[in-house]
């Protein structure tokens, strides 16, 4: 007996199918080995020529339906299936809601920050060193030999040790100079931010500070240079276009001919108001790099010459920000910081380096 094999409802059975192994036994069913077309196909043979080739049009053209449904419904369902998986390993990676403000930049990054800033837009790079020194880096090299009075004029603290070399906390970030000396070859253009120590304590003094020393060899160099230089820093700096300065003469082992810079300054108020005014403020101490410390460095001071300057970061900072006391910067006071820090995103670099 001949079966009737209607496509609509064999494509009904597949519609309804939700998952690949419900369509394989809907395959298993019509074209498996025992299938319903498959075991019609193998009567073929038992039929007359005429009948042989309609009932085979008819079976492959039922058979050919049923694939082609199958194969459109597998590719839907394995499609299905993918989505769902990317669905649920989905990993949300966005962050929940911050407040963004809850940090501050304390101070003296803030300075050291903006000071790198403006120096590095003069074509100088920023070197540095370790806080602990030794002896002949700190003093010797530069022209502060022992039992020099010089040395009185900074606190040190010693590091005692076997060692010939003795060590100190360094007392300035002028060594930092003798290292770069040392190490390569003028041209030289540095800066040096960095922390120093000296044992002292006041309102205006900390155990430990923060210095930034610059130094400039070439066979080329002037005062006028190193003058113009540090007047369009401190500009810079204070955001002050026409700040009052002054250069006066001064003494450093390290530097010959020495100088001190001031800026002027009134009080308005009992506040200080820098730039303008009738008394000063010494900031930096500056001068032409003394030839003995060239020569210490193993750089011939016949062919280069340099000048130098150091300065202290918090004074500028306290300057800048009406900071009264130097202590407050470093007695970690939550609500000090939340008064004189700076936003995170409050970006100091106007020409976004
Ligand atoms: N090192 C000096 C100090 O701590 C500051 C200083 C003065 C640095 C003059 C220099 C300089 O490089 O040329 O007091």
């Avoid at 300075?111 to 700190?138: H, L, R, W, Y």
């Avoid at 108020?269 to 730039?275: L, P």
């Amino acid at each position: 007996m001949k079966l009737t094999l209607k496509e609509s409802e064999i494509s009904q059975s597949i519609k309804q199918t939700s998952s690949i192994e419900e369509l394989e036994i809907i395959r298993i069913k019509y074209l498996g080995k025992q299938g319903l077309v498959t075991n019609e196909l193998r009567i073929l043979s038992s039929l007359s020529n005429e009948e042989k080739k309609n009932r085979g049009k008819e079976l492959n053209k039922i058979k050919n339906f049923i694939e082609q449904e199958i194969f459109e419904k597998r590719n839907y369902l394995n499609k299905k299936k993918i989505d769902e998986k990317i669905q649920n390993e989905k990993i949300d990676v966005t962050l929940p809601p911050r407040d963004y403000l809850t940090g501050k930049i304390h101070p003296i990054s803030q300075s050291v920050d903006k000071i790198i800033n403006i120096f590095s837009q003069m074509g100088f790079n920023v070197a540095d060193g370790p806080d602990i020194e030794t002896d002949f880096n700190n003093f010797t090299a530069l022209n502060i030999p022992e039992n020099h009075p010089a040395r009185e004029m900074q606190d040190t603290f010693y590091i005692h040790t076997d060692e010939k070399d003795p060590k100190v906390l360094r007392t300035h970030t002028s060594p930092v100079q003798v290292r770069t000396m040392m190490s390569t070859k003028p041209p030289i253009r540095i800066i040096v931010p960095g922390r120093t120590y000296r044992s002292d304590s006041d309102s205006t003094h900390s155990p430990m500070f923060t210095q930034c020393e610059g130094l400039f060899v070439d066979n080329k160099t002037t005062m006028s240079e190193l003058k113009g230089c540090l007047i369009d820093f401190l500009k810079e700096f204070f955001e002050i276009k026409d700040l009052k300065y002054r250069f006066r003469p001064s003494y450093f082992p390290f530097t010959e001919p020495s100088a001190e810079m001031d800026i002027a300054y009134k009080k308005v108020n009992n506040v200080i108001k820098i730039g303008d005014g009738e008394d000063w403020l010494e900031i930096l101490g500056c001068g032409m790099v003394n030839p003995k410390v060239l020569e210490n460095c193993n750089i011939d001071s016949k062919v280069y010459r340099g000048w130098a300057f150091g300065m202290g970061v918090e004074r500028l900072s306290m300057l800048k920000y009406g900071i009264k006391d130097i202590r407050s910067f470093f007695e970690t006071d939550f609500r000090w910081i939340e008064n004189y820090g700076f936003n995170p995103f409050d970006l100091n670099s106007k020409s976004g380096i």
